[in-house]
């Protein structure tokens, strides 16, 4: 490490830390997944896979209270608010009952008026409070119930309607149904009236609610959980979640009612959250909100297995009701730099910015690599694979030859939690690190300076205040916040100097004898790195997208058996997207 020490003394020398930043540090994009300082597993489970250290998350509910958002998820020591989705801010609260309490897995929230609602769902506690805030900014909560009567509601969610009733759902396997109980207000929430039981999956005749990767696995039963409630125009929207967590086609569906307890009618149009393509797959078990503009969110779980199946991220993506009331979430583009609301909006059309992935296996290089670490695993444009150098020490770095001159206008750092000894949540942790760029491959330049960061960024996004024009990039290590410097995403976004792919030829789709499947097929694109698939039940409600790298064939085995389809599939270049080829 004699030869890297030295060159990172001369680059110093060359390239002082007081440069002029030139990153926007109140961005007007994000990019999933969302960059927050996730904990690490629990160190007393073995069931999040505590052989190695590793941050996780999941189940997801973001709920609007006052107009700041609070995010609440699994095994976290505490909540996030953010006044613009843009920056979110930590709040430390330990839920827990006692130490041998899991802590806070898959919680329920709600608003209402001036009080903020939370219910825990522990794996062993023998009591379940229900806890109330009205200064949840400086983590001020109360037990409004000390002991819930529906205790064993495992995977709970509230709902509370205009006319004042309150629910509870919960539920989550792959045996017994989802529930409903409404809750008295009165009488500190108290459960009145029968349990419902409201749905099963049906996997006979969905095909996206089979179990395992890509729907594959015949062997188990799906499990089904992520209760949430919708209501919009006078309908209940009772959405759920299937297959299974560890898979990339976890996605949420929804049945549609006249009650909140129904009966409930499942949704042609489902799932209407899915993401089974593209850096970080997933899309399930998550919460439909709205912010203060009136818009509507879904936030939902990611997949991130790199040392455990249970590894896990968040996203949010845009969604909405159509006039027709079809409840839709929009994935496209849904882990590329997306614009957030500056006010009311229609989220059937695209936030995405149009900046394209520039990155995608590129030449690299790097100070050092760990065997089977190489660095081409930080381009391939997949999370469950990462680079990783030999040490966490000052000077390591990994570079890039984008191949010509490109506009870069974002990037985003995805550390991988390579020989990481850290368990629960974290605090004083930190990143730091410098991007470098050249036109050259010989004169660099300061591109971000994060010398001077202090805060824990897992997956930090970079939007700049103006697009550099370059070829090279380079990013050096300072700290790390645990662990070696491993990167399982060096991404940038911008525009290269080619024209957008041609329209796509000899688009096909044709369902299977199962007609749960459909086997795409499609003439290659020149210039094209990758294919938007776009389905839905009616020509101008093509909701759903799949995105697929270096192919020119896909089956797809998520359709429902005896729902009629139509499609339409557009190329991704690095100088933009290409029209879009329609079928059916």
Known sequence: ?????????????????QAQSTWNPTPSTYC????????????????????????????????????????????????????????????????????????VCAPGAWAWGDTLLFMPSHMDADRMPLYVSTDPKNGRWEELVDSFPQKHAWDPSFFKDDDGKAYLYWGSSNLYPLYGVELDPAKRYTPTGPVAELMLLHPDRHGWERFGENNSDTTIAPYMEGAWMTKHNGKYYFQYAAPG?????????????????????????????????????GAGHGSTFQDKHGNYWHVATGLNWIKYKFERRLNLFPAGFDPEGQLYCNTA???????LSKGARDHRESAFTGWMMLSYRKKTWTSSSLPGKDPALATDENIRTYWSAATANEGEYLAM??????????????????????????????????????????????????????????????????????????????????????????????????????????????????????????????????????????????????????????LFKGLDRDTPYYFAIEALGEG?????????
């Not at 490490?1 to 830390?17: D, G, N």
């Not at 052989?51 to 699994?74: G, M």
């Open 333 to 339: 583009f849904g882990d590329y730099p997306q614009y």
């Open 32 to 103: 999933n997944p969302m960059n927050l300082d996730y904990a690490f597993i629990p160190s007393r489970h073995t069931y999040y896979g505590r052989e190695e250290s590793h941050r996780s998350t999941a189940d997801p509910v973001i709920v609007n209270y006052k107009n700041d958002l609070y995010l609440f998820s699994t095994n976290q020591n505490g909540y996030w608010w953010s006044a613009d989705m843009a920056k979110w801010h930590f709040v430390k609260k330990d839920f827990r009952i006692n130490r041998s309490n899991d802590n």
């Open 245 to 281: 967590t560890e898979w990339n086609v976890y996605a949420d569906g929804v049945y549609v009612g006249d009650h909140p307890l129904g009966p409930f009618t499942y949704a042609p149009y489902n799932p209407f959250s899915l993401k089974p393509g593209g850096f970080i797959t």
């Open 1 to 17: 490490m004699i030869r890297t020490a030295i060159f990172f003394l001369v680059w110093i020398a060359l390239y002082p830390a």
């Open 401 to 554: 030859d984008l191949g010509y001159r490109c506009k870069v206008y974002a990037l985003q750092i995805n550390y991988a939690d390579e020989d990481a000894h850290l368990y629960d949540k974290q605090s004083g942790i930190y990143h730091q690190y410098q991007i470098l760029h050249s036109l050259d491959g010989q004169n660099w330049h300061m591109l971000v300076d994060k010398s001077k960061n202090d805060a824990d960024v897992p997956h930090d996004y970079i939007e700049l205040t103006k697009p550099v024009k370059t070829r090279y990039l380079k990013i050096v290590n300072i700290h790390m916040a645990a662990g070696k410097f491993a990167l399982a995403g060096f991404r940038v976004f911008g525009k290269g100097p080619g024209k957008k792919p041609r329209p796509v030829q000899g688009f096909r789709a044709e369902r299977q004898p199962d007609t749960r499947e459909v086997a795409f097929s499609w003439q290659p694109s020149a210039g094209a790195y990758a294919y938007q698939i776009y389905y839905g039940i009616q020509p101008d409600k093509l909701y759903n997208c799949i995105l697929v790298h270096d192919a020119d064939s896909y």
């Open 576 to 584: 933009g997207v290409s029209g879009r080829r329609v079928g059916k």
